[in-house]
């Protein structure tokens, strides 16, 4: 077959994507679609010589003659689009967050059944080194039945909240609840074990100082408790602006435990030993990587076995090491190409396992409005429940939520002074001025070829 022809709406998170198609051999990007003229002129250098279309409106991009249509835009806007380019006969790579409401989850996953599309949902966090041996061993049995687990996702985004949100009020990230961008936390354990979730209660911080200084009218962090199918717990915890960022996960099963070292943000080594004796991986937010294993062959019958502690290999480490985020940009993509090219077994996210990583964070909000009430997770498998959730728009967005506008904390969304933005905003002009903004240097970088 030939190569599968990607066009990537967004040119700023979709660079990722960009460079795939630069280092791979199964794929080509054709096509850009971008409003931002300096998006677009940016992605024209940096494409140079290759042969691509650009276009500043989506109309006109899905007509382009392609086989795939990656979404890279704004967290909040990926369903209408993803429903848009299956029913032009595109298959969908849709980045993180799937659904902003119920009512786009019923609709996302009627036009993947009706269409016959593929949709790989781009939760990237389960091919990063540690989760992805994570899910391998758990489905060889390694630990048993999986009983409790946790996981997390922090980001210490005040240093770059000006670069990915640009003073901008109305800006998705100054504009969502605490337990809404949940996946790269809730998505590994629900990736590995296969588990559906069925209940969720849902807290938030309440010391909000951090978010609310840099424009964010979200609280500064959520933890969502998940009951699954199984009787199974597993414990989340996301949020923007607590100190340090940290990504980690915990698995515990009938026969043993694993989890990842957790991976924080330090100038300096690569590996650090903390005060506890637990060895971090330092690797500037970009992927967990090394993993610990204890197993026993018996229930309950542990003897003292000690903990295996290594770097797992995915296999393709040669094209996938110049990826950020721990190479997973590169796993994700790779394997919802190969789908296309008809690999059954290739390892993608459907539309199903997209819902269950992302409603236990909806509903979980949910349940904080509702002072921790267990709320039920629906199962969108089921087509006989879809009819109670079609008219649901229940979200903070005015211009979807309709009449059922939803605050963007517990106690309402706060008023934040102008002059917040207007900060925000001259930070971000005067990174772009003199191009000394680490974070626009590793979004136009990651997946180029590092020198020899």
């Not at 909040?76 to 009512?103: C, N, W």
């Not at 337990?179 to 998505?187: L, M, Q």
């Not at 099963?253 to 590996?271: A, I």
């Not at 590793?442 to 020198?451: I, L």
Request: charged share 25%; net charge negative.
């Amino acid at each position: 077959m030939k190569k599968v022809r990607i066009g990537v709406l967004g040119g700023y998170r979709g660079t990722s994507m960009i460079n795939y198609c630069k280092a791979a051999d199964n794929a080509q990007v054709v096509a850009i679609c971008d409003n931002a003229p300096h998006v677009i002129e940016m992605q024209k250098k940096l494409t140079q010589g290759m042969d691509i279309a650009f276009y500043d409106n989506f109309e006109d991009f899905l007509k382009h003659d392609m086989d795939a249509v990656v979404l890279a835009n704004y967290a909040t806007e990926h369903a209408p689009y993803a429903i848009r380019a299956m029913k032009a006969g595109k298959h969908v790579f849709s980045e993180v967050l799937p659904v902003q409401t119920m009512k786009e989850a019923v609709e996302l996953v009627e036009a993947v059944e009706e269409t016959g599309m593929i949709y790989a949902y781009g939760e990237n966090y389960c091919f990063m080194p540690a989760p992805f041996e994570m899910k391998k061993l758990y489905r060889q049995g390694k630990i048993g039945e999986f009983e409790y687990g946790e996981c997390e996702y922090i980001g210490s985004y005040e240093p770059i909240w000006h670069s990915i949100t640009y003073g901008d009020p109305n800006h998705w990230r100054n504009n969502i609840y605490s337990t809404f961008y949940c996946t790269h936390s809730i998505g590994p354990i629900i990736h590995a074990t296969g588990l559906k979730p069925v209940s969720v209660i849902g807290f938030e911080g309440g010391r909000n100082e951090r978010p609310l200084r840099n424009g964010c009218k979200g609280a500064q962090f959520g933890i969502t408790m998940i009951t699954l199918e199984n009787g199974a717990i597993i414990k989340s915890i996301n949020g923007c602006f607590l100190y340090e960022h940290s990504v980690w996960y915990n698995m515990y099963g009938s026969k043993g435990m694993m989890e990842s070292e957790r991976c924080v943000t330090v100038e300096g080594d690569q590996d650090a030993m903390g005060q506890d004796g637990i060895v971090r991986t330092i690797v500037g937010g970009d992927g967990t990587q090394r993993i610990f294993v204890k197993a026993d062959e018996y229930s309950g019958e542990y003897g003292g076995r000690p903990a295996e502690h290594y770097m797992p290999l995915r296999g393709l480490e040669k094209m996938s090491d110049n990826f950020n985020h721990g190479g997973s940009d590169f796993y994700s993509m790779y394997y919802f190409v190969e789908r296309i090219k008809g690999d059954k077994t290739a390892d993608i996210i459907d539309v199903y396992e997209a819902m269950d990583m992302f409603l236990p964070g909806m509903f979980a909000y949910r349940s904080i409005l509702e002072d921790g009430k267990r709320m039920q997770i629906p199962d969108l498998r089921d087509k006989t429940i879809r009819d109670a959730w079609r008219n649901d728009t229940a979200c903070v967005d005015p211009k979807v939520a309709g009449d059922q506008l939803l605050p963007t904390q517990k106690g309402g969304t706060p008023n934040i002074d102008e002059a917040v933005y207007t900060r925000v905003k001259a930070k971000w002009d005067e990174a772009n001025r003199t191009g000394d903004d680490p974070y626009l240097k590793a979004a136009f970088s990651q997946g180029s070829k590092k020198e020899d």
